[in-house]
């Protein structure tokens, strides 16, 4: 069925070139976004399943009408071969066997993002109020493509990590929109940035975080909207899906919505002033771009809303950082950590020891001297790289401002003070900015490459720039390829110990469970998310250590509502705790069967 997929996106694909003529960098990334947002309104009319089967048939039947033209000598596939379909073609393929046989590991995967696929793919609906889902405010947009992909092939782990995968090389395949065989050195400069973008946050690339993804998506609308610069109707057209996905992605999306819509309006600025349009005709290209760059992404989210509101009562519409009026007027932060928070945001944001900010001062580095070179060489201003030198840094400092009003208004005190999560933030920061800078400054020395004089400087700039630019992050890529995360070897034998149970007691997900793993410390609810992610019920109850009257107490509760007891490991204390509710002399790693509040015995194996 996977061939099939691809068959299936092959055809829209040639369809849009055929009747289109759409650049095919920008193809896979507007098919992907365009398919996102027909299913979440499918989604709203609770027309999911039909919708993506719908989606899939139709896939195959323009591939069949694209082979009849091709047949006729209508169509030649020619000008489908460039370097960002091979680019993304390569990249598929290399992904899909990277991925292959993996699993999720990651805590956030248990938390949210692998919950949702698996409750899409159940439900083939969206959530609602009987949703296992904490964060029932968050966006559904990747997840949406994701169920596309695992309804069509079948669900696995390994399938939803491969179709992000595939999101992901779609969304970085418009840097190759510059590229053309002629001139193979930048084709290697924009493969070497790639996967520099790659690199930054690469142990996100083995989960289904969507922070990086944000990045990879508002680098492809800054490139498309220049790309079409001077036809306004293809820019509307081809960036109002990507628009819409970012925003569906995350709430975080609204951010870089906001950029890739002021990057825009200056190329607005720039159309009106090359060319003397009739009013009429500004009036006219301007209501055309607001209805599809900021009406129809901003009705996305207002219809996401609105279901949200409709679907959840009101104790059950958490996001984890929610707005509002509460939030905004009540810091409810101690003065201390009123105090240092800013310093603390600002030394985190601009730490030379960070590869990240390494990585960003490398950019400007890079930016500025070729903006130098080029004017000493050439007498003119690359106002494209000024320009978007200029924007990526005003981008940023104001991205650090937002981060820092986060930190103070929404997260809670213990993880404000600790700055929780601020290097998944600052990765989508740093990925869009050295995307989009260096995708320019690419760009800017490849066009030098016409000049008559010196044709040489252009293609060592070009190598200079593509090496300088991955330093920074080469430990980054190391890790790529051998991916370590905190906690995770805790799954396999608590995913095993629950497969046991299930083949010999006759569990269902209302069955009530009480597992123990001491460690004589708090696991931070790993085995709490990834137990309702296994079982998709809250009808688990962890515990990692007895260290307290408190703690014990609750043990008891949990084991007297209990059926059976999951065991993956004890220590003396945690067994004196047990003492008062089992029979069993030596509790030992396994499954037990609980009557009554009362450990009996060991279930049959």
Excluded at 144 to 150: A, N, S, T
Excluded at 173 to 182: A, D, R, V, Y
Aim: one cysteine or more; proline letters at 4%.
């Amino acid at each position: 069925m996977l061939f099939l997929l691809l068959l299936s996106f092959a055809g829209y694909g040639l369809f849009f070139i055929r009747r289109y003529n759409i650049a095919p960098a920008v193809i896979p990334l507007f098919l992907f976004s365009s398919i996102t947002v027909v299913l979440f309104v499918a989604g709203l009319l609770n027309l999911l399943q039909e919708a993506a089967y719908g989606i899939f048939i139709g896939g195959l039947l323009f591939l069949v009408y694209i082979a009849f033209t091709y047949s006729k000598k209508k169509f030649q596939m020619t000008s489908l071969l460039t370097p960002a379909f091979l680019f993304f073609a390569i990249s598929c393929v290399c992904f899909m066997f990277l991925l292959e046989d993996y699993i999720f590991l990651h805590y956030d995967n248990f938390s949210h993002w692998g919950i949702i696929v698996k409750e899409l793919f159940q439900s083939n609906s969206l959530p609602d109020e009987s949703t296992i889902i904490t964060y029932t405010t968050y966006p559904p947009g990747s997840a949406l493509f994701i169920y596309y992909i695992v309804t069509v092939t079948g669900f696995s782990e390994s399938m939803a990590l491969i179709a992000q995968a595939i999101l992901i090389a779609g969304a970085l395949s418009p840097i190759f929109i510059f590229c053309s065989w002629k001139k193979p050195l930048y084709i290697a400069g924009f493969l070497l940035l790639s996967a520099t973008l790659l690199f930054v946050d690469s142990r996100s690339f083995y989960t289904l975080l969507v922070d990086p993804l944000l990045a990879y998506l508002s680098i492809a609308v800054i490139i498309t909207a220049y790309y079409y610069r001077d036809d306004w109707k293809y820019m509307a057209l081809t960036v109002m899906p990507m628009l819409s996905l970012l925003i569906l992605t995350k709430s975080s999306g609204k951010i870089f919505l906001a950029f890739c819509l002021l990057w825009m309006i200056g190329l607005f600025f720039r159309f009106i002033r090359k060319n003397a349009l009739p009013m009429k005709h500004k009036l006219f290209t301007i209501g055309y771009m607001a209805g599809c760059t900021v009406l129809v992404p901003f009705c996305m989210n207002l219809l996401w809303s609105r279901y949200t509101a409709n679907a959840y009562s009101p104790d059950n519409q958490l996001s984890k950082f929610s707005i509002t009026k509460e939030t905004l007027t009540d810091i409810n932060k101690s003065p201390e950590v009123i105090e240092t928070l800013l310093p603390e945001v600002l030394d985190a944001a601009f730490d030379v020891s960070s590869s990240m900010v390494q990585g960003m001062l490398m950019a400007n580095v890079i930016a500025v001297s070729s903006i130098v070179i080029m004017i000493f060489l050439y007498k003119k201003i690359p106002r494209t790289l000024v320009s978007a030198t200029i924007f990526v840094n005003v981008f940023y400092v104001i991205y650090t401002a937002l981060l820092y009003m986060l930190y103070l208004f929404l997260m809670p005190e213990v993880e404000a003070e600790k700055l929780a999560g601020f290097t998944r933030y600052q990765s989508s920061a740093a990925i869009f900015f050295v995307g989009v800078l260096m995708t320019f400054v690419l760009k800017e020395w490849m066009e030098k490459q016409t000049y008559s004089s010196a044709k040489w400087i252009p293609k060592i700039a070009a190598v200079v720039v593509s090496i300088v630019i991955i330093l920074p992050f080469l430990n980054e890529g190391r890790s790529f390829f051998a991916q370590n995360y905190a906690d995770a070897d805790m799954r396999p034998p608590a995913s095993n110990l629950l497969t046991e149970l299930r083949q010999e007691e006759n569990i269902s997900p209302e069955t009530p469970i009480t597992l123990i793993n001491d460690i004589g410390e708090s696991d931070h609810g790993f085995l709490r998310h990834l137990m309702r992610y296994e079982r998709m019920t809250a009808n688990t109850f962890v515990h990692t250590m007895c260290t307290s009257e408190e703690e014990q107490k609750q043990l008891t509760e949990d084991i007297n509502q209990s059926d059976y007891l999951m065991v993956l490991n004890i220590t003396s204390e945690m067994e004196d705790c047990l003492e008062g509710n089992s029979n069993v002399e030596n509790i030992e790693p396994g499954s037990y069967n609980i009557k009554n509040g009362v450990i009996t015995s060991k279930t049959e194996s």
